[in-house]
């Protein structure tokens, strides 16, 4: 009830990078206040590194804060799409505000690139989706990667900890459906509040459960504290975290606790062991100098959204051929142009659309295997 | 799933560190609301301040809280200085207190932005992290409180959620969006039999104890405390014996925000807090203090002990739906409570 006060507060406060009267307009969501802004900061710091000109025109970005809200998300959806007359929207920062969006920016005509995981946004295709993008790697890929990785060092018995919101009930989903097919039982399944203070009933559970391998899914910083509570009372077994952890804050606060942990990650987080063969390599260093410059610590999670705004930045120039900005015919032939990516290199990966693939990234993803070791994340080899 | 005597006693003894911080919150939200009628929303902002105040002082940043309550201060003088001008007597306000509280905050600022605070004593951190603290109580009260000190319950409870918004959002902005956690009081543990017992943990209990000892010796053997004891009792009558409100809703919000901070000092080695922890904490609290009745004192810490008994025990048995156990504990009481009432609250 009070965030959304707070939310309808913070909508309005709006702010505007690049040229005022610039040619094409492209509205930015993200969750910079909230329970996600640990998400949402990075992104709408990187929403101020996106390309101002592209080609001969110059390019705006009108960023809202939704306070983590779905509502305040729709809000701010509406006002850009019919105040700002946005010819694309890039965000949210959350897959519940995604969904809740999908239906007005189909109706209003408008291109939306989310930076979300939840694959539900873009599948299955219909009318309305096809005018959703994304630009995060399927939850469905990032819990088979692991998965896949315990099956293959002999791990039988799982306990799965997850978050009680969106995130974690979208990755429980897909461990519970893909968890038979690598020969994986759940012997034991407990939630918990982002907020909690204590998660030690949680915790004696899944220890008396006997797993051999926990999985734990929540974004931002409290995923520390499931992992830290398992190891205070004696948990032997690997623990895996989901790329909800793949925060400076994970390392930095979970310190021994947290080592040896095996998530998926952005290359972001091993920038140095990535080969230079990679293309996708030098794009990340290069958004990650430019954010370090003026932010400080770059997250994963900003180069998702910076993502999205390179795919519309790529596509303008083979728009504006058929239409001029401001149009519906030209957020149509935006939409059209985006949908013809083809093997467009960002700075988390390749990414190729098709009418049927709205989301991009192939299964591999772009993402990695990584591991905590000494204190520091390190490629699982 | 069955569950062990060995389980049992875990899940208890950490029912009871949280119930006893649940217990320190749902007194101080207990004493506000008897004295001013403010019901104390933005209480739980206070242990996420002490919190991570708390950390950013071993982390060897400069506490930028600090500027908050240098704002506050700066707004409270302001303020002060328009009654001074308004008023013929204006006898709560004189000019030197006005500016030593201005001065404080800076003072303040000052040795902190240039003390090694991460060097310090944990007790000095301790105390600094209270100095910066505590103070915005009576600060808060003054300015958003007593200008409407006799306006209905529910403007005043608006004023409440409006104050909290604001924290939380200044809390977002002072230590950004990550969780904290700062150093054990003392790193040892001793074993109870089959329990092993933390020595923050016997820091947070005895540490509440020794709080709510502390308050009933302040209540019953002090003139300061009779005086806010008779203001929660009856406001007028108060009044008319020589008791200031203007101080009864300053001690108490001074008293409210001491036990804020200190609970989030408390908490904090056990569980990282980030800025918008504090709600849902002081809100377990607040179902305590209903338990109480918003009226007994014993009945609030020991409604709020149960709370953190019960989630304690819910996380075990259904973990899916602790906070709605937690939460739902709330109706059998209201209804209880609104069945058997005698008015003792006087609407004016």
Same mark, same amino acid.
């Given at each position: 009830?009070?965030?959304?006060?707070?939310?309808?507060?913070?909508?309005?406060?709006?702010?505007?990078?690049?040229? #005022?009267?610039?040619?094409?307009?492209?509205?930015?969501?993200?969750?910079?206040?909230?329970?996600?802004?640990?998400?949402?900061?990075?992104?709408?710091?990187?929403?101020?590194?996106?390309?101002?000109?592209?080609?001969?025109?110059? =390019?705006?970005?009108?960023?809202?804060?939704?306070?983590?809200?779905?509502?305040?998300?729709?809000?701010?959806?509406?006002?850009?799409?019919?105040?700002?007359?946005?010819?694309?929207?890039?965000?949210?920062?959350?897959?519940?505000?995604?969904?809740?969006?999908?239906?007005?920016?189909? +109706?209003?005509?408008?291109?939306?690139?989310?930076?979300?995981?939840?694959?539900?946004?873009?599948?299955?295709?219909?009318?309305?989706?096809?005018?959703?993008?994304?630009?995060?790697?399927?939850?469905?890929?990032? =819990?088979?990667?692991?998965?896949?990785?315990?099956?293959?060092?002999?791990?039988?018995?799982?306990?799965?900890?997850?978050?009680?919101?969106?995130?974690?009930?979208?990755?429980?989903?897909?461990?519970?459906?893909?968890?038979?097919?690598?020969?994986?039982?759940? =012997?034991?399944?407990?939630?918990?509040?982002?907020?909690?203070?204590?998660?030690?009933?949680?915790?004696?559970?899944?220890?008396?459960?006997?797993?051999?391998?926990?999985?734990?899914?929540?974004?931002?910083?409290?995923?520390?504290?499931?992992?830290?509570?398992?190891?205070?009372?004696?948990?032997?077994?690997?623990?895996?975290?989901?790329?909800?952890?793949?925060?400076?804050?994970?390392?930095?606060?979970?310190?021994?606790?947290?080592?040896?942990?095996?998530?998926?990650?952005?290359?972001?987080?091993?920038?140095?062991?990535?080969?230079?063969?990679?293309?996708?390599?030098? =794009?990340?260093?290069?958004?990650?100098?430019?954010? +370090?410059? &003026?932010?400080?610590?770059?997250?994963?999670?900003?180069?998702?959204?910076?993502?999205?705004?390179?795919?519309?930045?790529?596509?303008?120039?083979?728009?504006?051929?058929?239409?001029?900005?401001?149009? #519906?015919?030209?957020?149509?032939?935006? &939409?059209?142009?985006?949908?013809?990516?083809?093997?467009?290199?960002?700075?988390?990966?390749?990414?190729?659309?098709?009418?049927?693939?709205?989301?991009?990234?192939?299964?591999?993803?772009?993402?990695?295997?990584?591991?905590?070791?000494?204190?520091?994340?390190?490629?699982?080899? | 799933?069955?569950?062990?005597?060995?389980?049992?006693?875990?899940?208890?003894?950490?029912?009871?560190?949280?119930?006893?911080?649940?217990?320190?919150?749902?007194?101080?939200?207990?004493?506000?609301?008897?004295?001013?009628?403010?019901?104390?929303?933005?209480?739980?902002?206070?242990?996420?301040?002490?919190?991570?105040?708390?950390?950013?002082?071993?982390?060897?940043?400069?506490?930028?809280?600090?500027?908050? @309550?240098?704002?506050?201060?700066?707004?409270?003088?302001?303020?002060?200085?328009?009654?001074?001008?308004?008023?013929?007597?204006?006898?709560?306000?004189?000019?030197?207190?006005?500016?030593?509280?201005?001065?404080?905050?800076?003072?303040?600022?000052?040795?902190?932005?240039? @003390?090694?605070?991460?060097? *310090?004593?944990?007790?000095?951190?301790?105390?600094?992290?209270?100095?910066?603290?505590?103070?915005?109580?009576?600060?808060?009260?003054?300015?958003?409180?007593?200008?409407?000190?006799?306006?209905?319950?529910?403007?005043?409870?608006?004023?409440?959620?409006?104050?909290?918004?604001?924290?939380?959002?200044?809390?977002?902005?002072?230590?950004?969006?990550?969780?904290?956690?700062?150093?054990?009081?003392?790193?040892?543990?001793?074993?109870?039999?089959?329990?092993?017992?933390?020595?923050?943990?016997?820091?947070?209990?005895?540490?509440? @104890?020794?709080?709510?000892?502390?308050?009933?010796?302040?209540?019953?053997?002090?003139?300061?405390?009779?005086?806010?004891?008779?203001?929660?009792?009856?406001?007028?009558?108060?009044? *008319?014996?020589?008791?200031?409100?203007?101080?009864?809703?300053?001690?108490?919000?001074?008293?409210?925000?001491?036990?804020?901070?200190?609970?989030?000092?408390?908490?904090?080695?056990?569980?990282?807090?980030?800025?918008?922890?504090?709600?849902?904490?002081?809100?377990?609290?607040?179902?305590?203090?209903?338990?109480?009745?918003?009226?007994?004192?014993?009945?609030?810490?020991?409604?709020?002990?149960?709370?953190?008994?019960?989630?304690?025990?819910?996380?075990?048995?259904?973990?899916?739906?602790?906070?709605?156990?937690?939460?739902?504990?709330?109706?059998?009481?209201?209804?209880?409570?609104?069945?058997?009432?005698?008015? @003792?609250?006087?609407?004016?």
């Amino acid at each position: 009830m009070f965030p959304k006060y707070l939310a309808t507060f913070a909508a309005t406060l709006t702010f505007t990078i690049g040229a #005022a009267n610039a040619q094409v307009r492209i509205g930015v969501i993200a969750s910079s206040t909230g329970p996600v802004a640990s998400i949402g900061i990075p992104q709408k710091n990187s929403a101020a590194l996106l390309p101002i000109r592209v080609g001969d025109l110059t =390019v705006e970005y009108v960023v809202l804060d939704d306070g983590s809200d779905p509502t305040a998300a729709v809000t701010a959806a509406k006002k850009l799409i019919n105040e700002h007359h946005v010819d694309a929207i890039i965000g949210p920062s959350g897959s519940p505000q995604a969904m809740g969006l999908v239906q007005f920016v189909a +109706e209003a005509g408008t291109p939306m690139i989310a930076p979300v995981g939840s694959a539900g946004v873009v599948l299955p295709m219909n009318a309305q989706k096809k005018w959703v993008f994304k630009t995060t790697q399927n939850d469905s890929a990032s =819990v088979e990667v692991l998965l896949a990785h315990m099956a293959k060092t002999g791990i039988r018995k799982i306990g799965v900890m997850i978050s009680n919101d969106a995130f974690g009930e979208n990755r429980y989903k897909e461990i519970v459906a893909q968890a038979k097919g690598f020969g994986l039982s759940i =012997v034991a399944n407990e939630k918990y509040q982002r907020g909690d203070t204590s998660v030690m009933g949680q915790v004696m559970k899944l220890i008396a459960a006997k797993p051999e391998a926990i999985f734990i899914a929540c974004p931002g910083s409290p995923a520390i504290l499931p992992q830290a509570t398992l190891r205070d009372k004696g948990y032997k077994g690997r623990i895996y975290q989901s790329d909800g952890a793949a925060l400076e804050a994970f390392l930095k606060q979970g310190g021994k606790k947290v080592e040896g942990t095996i998530l998926q990650g952005s290359m972001m987080l091993v920038l140095s062991e990535i080969p230079a063969s990679n293309p996708s390599r030098k =794009v990340m260093s290069d958004y990650v100098a430019a954010y +370090e410059k &003026r932010f400080g610590k770059a997250e994963t999670f900003g180069s998702q959204l910076y993502d999205a705004g390179l795919l519309v930045a790529n596509a303008i120039p083979v728009a504006v051929r058929k239409a001029k900005p401001g149009t #519906a015919e030209f957020r149509a032939a935006l &939409r059209d142009a985006l949908e013809a990516t083809k093997d467009f290199v960002a700075t988390q990966g390749r990414y190729s659309m098709t009418p049927e693939n709205h989301s991009g990234m192939d299964k591999k993803g772009a993402n990695e295997l990584i591991t905590v070791q000494e204190g520091k994340w390190r490629l699982v080899r | 799933m069955d569950i062990d005597l060995p389980i049992a006693l875990i899940l208890g003894q950490d029912g009871i560190i949280n119930g006893a911080i649940y217990a320190l919150l749902a007194l101080a939200i207990l004493l506000v609301f008897t004295v001013t009628r403010v019901l104390m929303i933005p209480q739980g902002e206070f242990v996420a301040f002490g919190a991570l105040t708390m950390a950013a002082l071993q982390a060897g940043q400069p506490a930028r809280l600090v500027w908050l @309550l240098a704002a506050l201060a700066v707004a409270e003088a302001i303020a002060d200085l328009i009654v001074l001008r308004t008023r013929r007597q204006g006898a709560q306000v004189t000019f030197s207190a006005l500016l030593v509280k201005l001065a404080y905050p800076f003072v303040l600022a000052a040795l902190l932005y240039n @003390l090694p605070t991460a060097t *310090l004593p944990m007790p000095v951190q301790a105390m600094f992290t209270l100095a910066i603290i505590v103070p915005m109580g009576p600060q808060i009260y003054r300015l958003f409180f007593q200008p409407i000190a006799s306006a209905p319950s529910l403007i005043l409870l608006i004023a409440a959620i409006a104050v909290d918004v604001s924290l939380v959002g200044v809390s977002l902005f002072v230590f950004g969006p990550e969780s904290a956690s700062t150093a054990p009081f003392s790193e040892a543990s001793f074993e109870f039999g089959s329990v092993n017992v933390s020595s923050q943990a016997l820091w947070v209990v005895g540490s509440a @104890l020794a709080l709510i000892v502390a308050l009933w010796l302040f209540f019953s053997h002090t003139l300061h405390g009779k005086a806010l004891r008779a203001a929660a009792v009856n406001r007028t009558g108060a009044t *008319l014996m020589g008791i200031s409100p203007v101080f009864a809703g300053k001690a108490s919000f001074l008293l409210a925000t001491l036990l804020g901070a200190l609970s989030g000092i408390l908490i904090a080695p056990i569980t990282p807090i980030s800025f918008d922890s504090g709600f849902v904490i002081s809100l377990k609290g607040f179902v305590g203090a209903i338990i109480g009745g918003l009226i007994s004192y014993p009945l609030a810490a020991a409604g709020a002990l149960a709370v953190g008994l019960i989630e304690a025990f819910a996380a075990f048995w259904a973990s899916s739906y602790k906070e709605v156990i937690v939460f739902t504990l709330i109706i059998p009481f209201l209804l209880w409570r609104s069945l058997t009432r005698h008015t @003792l609250e006087e609407e004016e």
